[in-house]
């Protein structure tokens, strides 16, 4: 199967073209505040570099966040676009899932997954380590570093990785907590598409016309008044 996987949910995104669950070809990039204008040219660069057509792809997968508002947006409009075109099956990730795969394949050890918000909270989650596609224990949500401490108090008896970009005020807060800090920090598309090649070989699909970004608080912005 061949599987075209867009993560466009940090200030790092990529671009993959995955097969049979191994990456064929990856392009990172910095998301530069113009991504509504860049990504189009990646996503083909990509499929040159992997020897594929468009109509070619099997299936899509794109990282639903939480994280950049309009970068997750443009990832998951672009790929919604593509499965309707092409009528292939598309499936959404939590990119907090697409962190915590990088090693919850490994068992007896709890991964917790971070992405940054503002005010100095951050996305997150716990998972259960041995499974191909992540395992939460907890609810994917907000937390302060002090919640989230809280939250991983319980755990720590064991191996817990923290995978993600991991600030100094959570450092602080985390101080007490012997975690391991993963070198990896921001969810890379090639993850993405072997959770998403795994969702589809286990008979997951997601509606195209009905897939949203998975912002877990709502933006920051509001509405000017009429």
């Known amino acids: 199967m061949r599987l075209l996987a867009l993560e466009t949910s ?3 995104c ?3 073209a995955v097969q049979d669950g191994k990456p064929v070809a990856v392009l990172t990039f910095a ?3 113009q991504l509504s204008t860049r990504l189009i040219p990646f996503i083909d660069q990509v499929l040159h570099t992997a020897g594929w057509r468009m109509g070619e792809v099997d299936a899509f997968a794109t990282g639903l966040g939480p994280g950049s508002f309009t ?3 443009v990832g998951v409009m ?3 676009s593509f499965a309707q075109v092409h009528a292939k099956p598309v499936v959404g990730v939590c990119s907090l899932d697409v962190l915590a795969g990088e090693y919850t394949f490994i068992p007896h050890q709890v991964v917790c997954a971070v992405v940054s918000a503002r005010k100095g909270e951050v ?3 716990v ?3 041995g499974f191909e596609v992540p395992q ?3 609810e994917r949500a907000v937390y302060t570093p002090q919640s989230l401490h809280d939250v991983l108090l319980p755990f720590v008896g064991g191996e817990v990785v923290l995978v993600g970009h991991v600030s100094a005020e959570l450092r602080h807060a985390l101080a007490d907590c012997p975690v391991c800090l993963a070198p990896i920090e921001y969810p890379r598309a090639e993850t993405l598409g072997r959770l998403g090649m795994a969702l589809l070989e286990q008979g997951h699909r997601d509606n195209p016309q009905t897939l949203i970004p998975m912002y877990l608080k709502p933006p920051a912005i509001t509405m000017p008044k009429k």
């Open 14 to 16: 990529s671009v993959a």
């Open 123 to 125: 996305y997150a989650c």
């Open 127 to 129: 998972y259960e380590g």
């Open 71 to 73: 970068g997750t947006r």
């Open 31 to 33: 998301h530069a505040m």
């Open 136 to 138: 939460p224990l907890v």
């Open 78 to 80: 672009t790929i919604k």
């Open 10 to 12: 940090g200030n790092i």
